[in-house]
């Protein structure tokens, strides 16, 4: 019971600390995978062909040997090189391993880093994606935040994997072939804007197979809003012959369907051949050259014309309607002014119009108005009016004393 009892406080504080440390765990490791999420990606490898035909190699084996030297040298010897390629054999039969290894053509000759880089990336790649395959085929993209072009590798414990005839080529291709197309496609006509792609990527094709490189890369502007400027590139091998670059991208070409010609990009990726298709930039340096498209996926609608002899005219409701609004529109500022101007006159004015009778003496009547605005007299006319005050034309008295009636000839 004593042991029991002495390490019942032991566990109990063992369980505190981790209680209390397990936030500040939390925390770290959130930190931690917030680092690795903001961290750049250096490269990421666009397409892998792991193990066709060449089996798997054990760890530490001779076969294992001879690619860890591969890996060593061939880097260094193809971005030596003027064409960025190489090819290199290391061992003997059976555990001989063939490599080859080419950097795209859109590569700087006098960046020897960026293309050695990419090779050796490629191998650590293929052992990753690919562990102890004897035959593998990388194709090695960075991502669009590294300007840096990619790369190519390929190996396989089978001699004809770099043989230069037709057949062998053709083997080698078909089990390194990689395809890989968007899932989103381009509006528009789809007949049209398969027939524009076409044309771009035959016309690349074309290109790369007569350049001294065998590189190539072209841009298509299309008059559509709905079919964006395609950029394209196509590559072969510098080891092969002009007919034998051309006749492995017209291979990949036939693959390019009524489907796929449509997509938004895409890549067929052989062993001696490349060709690709995006809707943004993704080479190094300008086109090499611009295709004209021989359709456009929409037609734009034509401009809608006045008939033949009205051209020129005027449509006589068009100036009813533009000389007629300025004219309501001084009518009405000028009628607002006028009650405006009449509401002032009214206020300002008092008038009094009342007309009373009255019965005085006599039987005369007192008729009289009043009005804002009374008539002014001189003292003669008042004389005359009253007959000199005569008593025949009083009328009585007032609180201001004698009232008399006036008789005004004309005013």
């Known amino acids: 019971m004593k042991s029991i009892d002495a390490k019942l406080p032991i566990r109990r504080a063992r369980g505190l600390i981790t209680q209390r440390a397990l936030p500040r765990l939390i925390t770290m490791a959130a930190v931690v995978l917030l680092l690795l999420l903001l961290m750049p990606l250096s490269a990421s490898a666009t397409g892998q062909v792991c193990g066709k035909g060449g089996g798997n190699y054990t760890a530490n084996s001779t076969y294992s040997s001879n690619l860890s030297l591969l890996a060593a040298t061939l880097p260094l010897n193809a971005s030596s090189s003027p064409t960025l390629f190489a090819t290199a054999t290391a061992g003997q039969s059976p555990d001989a391993v063939h490599a080859l290894a080419l950097c795209r053509g859109d590569t700087a000759p006098d960046n020897a880093t960026?293309?050695?880089?990419?090779?050796?990336?490629s191998f650590r790649y293929a052992q990753e994606l690919c562990p102890n395959a004897r035959a593998a085929a990388v194709y090695f993209e960075y991502n669009d935040s590294d300007s840096r072009p990619g790369c190519l590798l390929g190996f396989s414990p089978d001699a004809a994997f770099l043989s230069l005839t037709p057949s062998g080529i053709a083997a080698a291709d078909e089990s390194t072939l990689f395809q890989y197309w968007y899932f989103q496609s381009m509006r528009g006509d789809a007949a049209a804007v398969a027939a524009d792609v076409r044309e771009l990527l035959n016309g690349?094709?074309?290109?790369?197979?007569?350049?001294k490189r065998f590189f190539a890369t072209a841009v298509m502007d299309s008059a559509s809003s709905d079919v964006p400027t395609l950029y394209s590139l196509a590559q072969c091998t510098p080891d092969l012959s002009t007919g034998d670059c051309l006749s492995c991208l017209q291979r990949l070409l036939?693959?390019?369907?009524?489907?796929?010609?449509?997509?938004?990009?895409?890549?067929?990726?052989?062993?001696?051949?490349?060709?690709?298709?995006?809707?943004?930039?993704?080479?190094?340096?300008?086109?090499?050259?611009?295709?004209?498209?021989?359709?456009?996926?929409v037609i734009p609608a034509p401009p809608v014309r006045d008939p033949p002899g009205k051209r020129n005219r005027v449509r006589p409701w068009v100036i009813a309607i533009s000389v007629a609004a300025p004219v309501a529109?001084?009518?009405l500022c000028f009628i607002l002014y006028y009650r405006r101007l009449r509401r002032r006159y009214k206020k300002g004015k008092m008038r009094l119009n009342g007309k009373r009778a009255r019965k005085l003496q006599g039987g005369d009547e007192l008729l009289w108005e009043m009005e804002a605005e009374f008539s002014v007299f001189d003292?003669?006319?008042?004389?005359?009016?009253?007959?000199?005050?005569?008593?025949?034309?009083?009328?009585?008295?007032?609180?201001?004393?004698?009232?008399?009636?006036?008789?005004?000839?004309?005013l």
């Open 114 to 121: 960026a293309c050695s880089g990419c090779i050796s990336d």
């Open 204 to 211: 690349t094709a074309h290109d790369a197979a007569a350049a």
């Open 254 to 297: 036939a693959m390019v369907n009524d489907t796929t010609a449509v997509r938004m990009g895409g890549k067929i990726l052989a062993l001696r051949c490349t060709i690709r298709f995006e809707a943004f930039m993704f080479y190094n340096g300008l086109a090499m050259r611009r295709i004209n498209p021989s359709s456009s996926g």
């Open 329 to 331: 529109l001084v009518a």
């Open 379 to 410: 003292f003669h006319q008042i004389l005359e009016a009253t007959r000199y005050f005569s008593e025949e034309n009083k009328l009585g008295e007032g609180g201001f004393g004698p009232v008399y009636k006036m008789k005004i000839k004309k």
